[in-house]
C-alpha cells in the first residue's frame, strides 16, 4: 500500500513557465515532508522541505505548498529552466525513528 | 570535503555469488540507509540503521545483508538469494533517522547481473 503517491508519471513543461509537481500521501502521522531531484545515473540531492506546523515554504525559485486536510502537497518551480528537466521525488516522514517514505517520482522535462 | 561515497560505482555479478557495496560517509551523521531504485517503482528501502552495531529490515530486505560496525560504514551485501539483483544502488545518511531530518544521498552503485 503506497503511502506517498505522485500520480503522474511525467509532466512536460516550456522554459520559464511554471512547472508544478504533485504529492499525496495517506498516512496522518506524518510530519514533514521532502522534495529530492534525481538525474540519470546519480544520487537524489535535497531540494526543499516543509514541516506540517507550516503551509508554505520558498526557496528561490522553489517553493512547496502543504495541505494537511487534503493530504496533499505540491512542489512549484518558477520559472523553469531546462537544467530543471529530472525526475522528482516526493518525501515524508512520520515523527519518532522512522526512515523517509518515497514516492515513485515524476519525471519532469523542460523544453526550450 | 565532507559527504557520501559509494563505491565500486559499476559492479558485476555472477550467479551464485555474493557481492558487497561499500558506503562511507564523513558527515558524522548517525542514521544509514540503503534503497534500491528500479524503473518505475522510485526508492526502496532495504535496510537502515540507527546506531552502530544496530539495524533493521525495509520493505525488501530479503537476499540482502548488512553491517555497521562503525558510524562512518555501512555496507550492503547482496547474496546469491537475491533472485533479480540488477538494479541502482542508493545509499543516504542523516543525522536521526525520522524526526523530520534530511538524509543526504551518495552517487549510487548499479549492480548488474552476468
Known amino acids: 500500500d503506497q503511502q506517498v503517491k505522485q500520480n503522474s508519471p511525467s509532466l512536460s513543461v516550456q522554459e520559464g513557465r511554471i512547472s508544478i509537481l504533485n504529492c499525496d500521501y495517506t498516512?496522518?502521522?506524518?510530519?514533514?515532508f521532502l522534495w529530492y531531484k534525481k538525474y540519470p545515473a546519480e544520487g537524489p540531492t535535497f531540494l526543499i522541505s516543509?514541516?506540517?506546523?507550516?503551509d508554505k515554504n520558498e526557496d528561490g525559485r522553489f517553493t512547496v505548498f502543504l495541505n494537511k486536510s487534503a493530504k496533499h502537497l505540491s512542489l512549484h518551480i518558477v520559472p523553469s529552466q531546462p537544467g530543471d528537466s529530472a525526475v522528482y521525488f516526493c518525501?515524508?516522514?512520520?515523527?519518532?525513528?522512522?526512515?523517509?517514505?518515497f514516492g515513485k517520482g515524476t519525471r519532469l522535462s523542460v523544453i526550450a | 570535503d565532507g559527504g557520501i561515497t559509494q563505491s565500486p560505482k559499476y559492479l558485476f555479478r555472477k550467479e551464485g555469488q555474493n557481492v558487497t557495496l561499500s558506503c562511507e560517509q564523513n558527515l558524522n551523521h548517525d542514521a544509514m540507509y540503503w534503497y534500491r531504485q528500479d524503473p518505475g517503482q522510485g526508492l526502496r528501502l532495504i535496510y537502515y540503521?540507527?546506531?552502530?552495531?544496530?539495524?533493521q529490515k525495509g520493505d525488501i530486505a530479503e537476499g540482502y545483508s548488512v553491517s555497521r560496525e562503525k558510524k562512518e560504514s555501512f555496507p550492503l551485501t547482496v547474496t546469491s538469494a537475491q533472485k533479480n539483483p540488477t538494479a541502482f544502488y542508493l545509499c543516504?545518511?542523516?543525522?536521526?533517522?525520522?524526526?523530520?531530518?534530511?538524509?543526504?544521498f551518495g552517487p549510487g552503485t548499479r549492480l548488474l547481473v552476468l
Open positions: 518525501a515524508a516522514s512520520a515523527m519518532g525513528n522512522t526512515p523517509l517514505v
Open positions: 498516512n496522518s502521522m506524518f510530519d514533514y
Open positions: 516543509i514541516s506540517s506546523i507550516k
Open positions: 543516504a545518511s542523516s543525522i536521526r533517522s525520522g524526526d523530520g531530518k534530511t538524509q543526504y
Open positions: 540503521s540507527q546506531i552502530v552495531n544496530d539495524f
